[in-house]
């Protein structure tokens, strides 16, 4: 049994005393699924459970979800919430394995050309779920659409170095970038690039020359190529698939599938228990040994590649000055975190890079909890008598209960913090607007390189929307972002991303608290289910079992 922290006791004090979280209302996902950690046991990639009878075919399939999808256009949003959905219906040109490695996907081999040009040889056959052809045009539209400034996609990051996207015969597409770069494969492996049915996308450029916003038809009724297609969408509710039985690969074993939003993890695991939903994500850490104890689910357990985060708006006083937001992350102690909110699930961070992700700086130093030299930052920067701030989250348990320790430990240094909880959509817009002060939030990697780690959550290109929600800017950390994307050599891109994570630790533009792991409840009653490390469900494998 797990001896609980004195932290965890401060906790539970905590709570009991009259906090007043300030909600708001709005909008709709999370840009980071606040998925949740505990005490490491065996890590489960898929779930496997033996049953009196074997695998089925069919069945409808309910996953209960903390949140909604912000938008099904690929090109439309960048969160864990909406990626999750988007993965099932559209498929990209590449894909990456468990190891990191490039396979194929709806392409079926590529060649470096040269050191700015690629040619990829695309799979015959394929059309997607309007019956629409997939061919290089195809794919030619796409690319060219997310690349649009009148689309002004959030993730134009991912593919703003293509110049140009040429159609070489039907099958054949020619992809050109300004410089070498070295992770686009990589980034085509995003489900940023999966691939839009054309008349799709002719339909939404009519419709924003009507005055309607860019994705709104495309978010409505998505169409890709992927393993299961749209049903139906009723925001803030459910969202359904079903199986695409023209599917050019193997095929999927259920009918449906339908992601049921759910807030509440109680409710999430009561109709995991009832046999209502056959997963249920995500599961609290302190859920974690019930669950598995019990004789209906047990909890599928998923080292990430994510990030958690306690941000400053960098371009607000007193954020704006490095030695408040050094002095603040002085005063967080990251171990006790894992500890008492995340039942030790998790590792502490150093900088915004997981171990595993190329570039990751095992050698970093990271700012420590050091009270004392917080009290003389705070004396320095003139702010010795304290102040009086907010902390945003959103409605995921972990992080509400982040900004109460928060919210205790800055009294020590008179900061008075109002903690403001708001819904996720809400919190996203505003976040990106840059009303906040101080915010708690999480980033995931899907590509696995450093690019993604941190181009857009600090080059200054990127604030708002995109990535960076602190407002950070730094020409220096710019430069270095900028050279470690055109250099080919790996060992000198480790070597400008070791740098960059050096400025990102003295700069302190957000505090960078740990890597989570994904916690999942899976039924009994399904096999195959499995997740990966940025938080996408793999449902193309799953069964119901006799």
Same mark, same amino acid.
């Given at each position: 049994?797990?001896?609980?922290?004195?932290?965890?006791?401060?906790?539970?004090?905590?709570?009991?005393?009259?906090?007043?979280?300030?909600?708001?209302?709005?909008?709709?996902?999370?840009?980071?699924?606040?998925?949740?950690?505990?005490?490491?046991?065996?890590?489960?990639?898929?779930?496997?459970?033996?049953?009196?009878?074997?695998?089925?075919?069919?069945?409808?399939?309910?996953?209960?979800?903390?949140?909604? /999808?912000?938008?099904?256009?690929?090109?439309?949003?960048?969160?864990?919430?909406?990626?999750?959905?988007?993965?099932?219906?559209?498929?990209?040109?590449?894909?990456?394995?468990?190891?990191?490695?490039?396979?194929?996907?709806?392409?079926?081999?590529?060649?470096?050309?040269?050191?700015?040009?690629?040619?990829?040889?695309?799979?015959?056959?394929?059309?997607?779920?309007?019956?629409?052809?997939?061919?290089?045009?195809?794919?030619?539209?796409?690319?060219?659409?997310?690349?649009?400034?009148?689309?002004?996609?959030?993730?134009?990051?991912?593919?703003?170095?293509?110049?140009?996207?040429?159609?070489?015969?039907?099958?054949?597409?020619?992809?050109?970038?300004?410089?070498?770069?070295?992770?686009?494969?990589?980034?085509?492996?995003?489900?940023?690039?999966?691939?839009?049915?054309?008349?799709?996308?002719?339909?939404?450029?009519?419709?924003?020359?009507?005055?309607?916003?860019?994705?709104?038809?495309?978010?409505?009724?998505?169409?890709?190529?992927?393993?299961?297609?749209?049903?139906?969408?009723?925001?803030?509710?459910?969202?359904?698939?079903?199986?695409?039985?023209?599917?050019?690969?193997?095929?999927?074993?259920?009918?449906?599938?339908?992601?049921?939003?759910?807030?509440?993890?109680?409710?999430?695991?009561?109709?995991?228990?009832?046999?209502?939903?056959?997963?249920?994500?995500?599961?609290?850490?302190?859920? !974690? /040994?019930?669950?598995?104890?019990?004789?209906?689910?047990?909890?599928?357990?998923?080292?990430?590649?994510?990030?958690?985060?306690?941000?400053?708006?960098?371009?607000?006083?007193?954020?704006?000055?490095?030695? !408040?937001?050094?002095?603040?992350?002085?005063?967080?102690?990251?171990?006790?975190?894992?500890?008492?909110?995340?039942?030790?699930?998790?590792?502490?961070?150093?900088?915004?890079?997981?171990?595993?992700?190329?570039?990751?700086?095992?050698?970093?130093?990271?700012?420590?909890?050091?009270?004392?030299?917080?009290?003389?930052?705070?004396?320095?920067?003139?702010?010795?008598?304290?102040?009086?701030?907010?902390?945003?989250?959103?409605?995921?348990?972990?992080?509400?209960?982040?900004?109460?320790?928060?919210?205790?430990?800055?009294?020590?240094?008179?900061?008075?913090?109002?903690?403001?909880?708001?819904?996720?959509?809400?919190?996203?817009?505003?976040? /990106?607007?840059?009303?906040?002060?101080?915010?708690?939030?999480?980033?995931?990697?899907?590509?696995?390189?450093?690019?993604?780690?941190?181009?857009?959550?600090?080059?200054?290109?990127?604030?708002?929307?995109?990535?960076?929600?602190?407002?950070?800017?730094?020409?220096?950390?710019?430069?270095?972002?900028?050279?470690?994307?055109?250099?080919?050599?790996?060992?000198?891109?480790?070597?400008?991303?070791?740098?960059?994570?050096?400025?990102?630790?003295?700069?302190?533009?957000?505090?960078?608290?740990?890597?989570?792991?994904?916690?999942?409840?899976?039924?009994?009653?399904?096999?195959?289910?499995?997740?990966?490390?940025?938080?996408?469900?793999?449902?193309?494998?799953?069964?119901? !079992?006799?």
């Amino acid at each position: 049994m797990k001896k609980t922290s004195n932290y965890k006791w401060l906790l539970f004090l905590l709570l009991a005393l009259s906090l007043v979280l300030a909600a708001c209302a709005g909008g709709s996902d999370e840009p980071e699924k606040e998925k949740t950690e505990g005490t490491p046991a065996e890590e489960t990639d898929e779930t496997t459970e033996e049953s009196a009878g074997g695998p089925i075919e069919g069945g409808d399939l309910v996953l209960a979800v903390l949140s909604d /999808a912000s938008s099904l256009d690929p090109a439309g949003s960048n969160d864990v919430p909406s990626s999750v959905v988007q993965a099932n219906i559209y498929e990209t040109l590449v894909n990456r394995d468990d190891d990191n490695n490039i396979i194929p996907g709806l392409a079926e081999k590529w060649e470096a050309i040269d050191d700015t040009t690629y040619e990829f040889t695309l799979r015959q056959g394929v059309k997607f779920h309007d019956g629409e052809e997939f061919n290089a045009d195809a794919v030619k539209a796409t690319l060219d659409r997310i690349r649009d400034s009148e689309v002004a996609s959030p993730r134009y990051f991912l593919f703003e170095m293509i110049t140009s996207v040429d159609v070489v015969d039907p099958h054949t597409i020619r992809i050109t970038t300004e410089y070498p770069f070295a992770p686009l494969l990589a980034h085509l492996s995003h489900n940023g690039g999966g691939m839009i049915s054309p008349k799709s996308i002719e339909a939404d450029y009519a419709a924003m020359e009507e005055g309607q916003q860019a994705g709104s038809i495309i978010s409505e009724a998505p169409v890709g190529t992927g393993y299961f297609k749209f049903v139906s969408w009723t925001p803030g509710d459910e969202i359904k698939l079903a199986k695409n039985d023209d599917y050019w690969g193997d095929k999927v074993h259920v009918d449906t599938v339908t992601f049921k939003v759910s807030s509440e993890s109680a409710t999430r695991n009561a109709d995991l228990e009832r046999g209502f939903v056959q997963v249920a994500d995500p599961v609290q850490p302190i859920e !974690v /040994a019930g669950i598995n104890n019990s004789d209906y689910a047990t909890v599928n357990q998923k080292a990430s590649s994510s990030l958690s985060y306690i941000g400053f708006n960098t371009e607000k006083a007193p954020f704006d000055d490095v030695r !408040v937001r050094k002095a603040i992350s002085m005063m967080v102690n990251k171990e006790e975190i894992i500890e008492g909110v995340y039942e030790g699930f998790g590792v502490p961070a150093k900088g915004p890079l997981a171990p595993g992700i190329f570039g990751f700086n095992d050698d970093a130093n990271p700012i420590s909890y050091n009270p004392e030299e917080a009290k003389k930052l705070l004396e320095e920067a003139g702010y010795g008598d304290g102040f009086k701030t907010t902390i945003w989250t959103n409605d995921n348990p972990q992080r509400i209960d982040m900004a109460i320790l928060l919210q205790a430990s800055l009294k020590e240094l008179n900061i008075n913090v109002e903690i403001e909880q708001m819904e996720f959509g809400t919190y996203l817009e505003k976040t /990106a607007n840059g009303e906040h002060d101080m915010f708690i939030l999480g980033w995931s990697n899907p590509t696995g390189d450093a690019d993604y780690g941190m181009y857009a959550l600090f080059h200054s290109t990127q604030k708002g929307n995109p990535g960076n929600r602190s407002f950070y800017e730094n020409p220096e950390v710019d430069k270095l972002l900028n050279e470690g994307r055109r250099e080919a050599n790996p060992d000198e891109r480790i070597k400008i991303y070791n740098t960059i994570q050096e400025h990102l630790i003295e700069d302190a533009p957000m505090v960078y608290i740990h890597h989570q792991e994904y916690l999942t409840g899976v039924s009994n009653n399904i096999t195959g289910f499995s997740i990966d490390t940025s938080g996408i469900y793999q449902l193309q494998n799953v069964q119901f !079992v006799e």
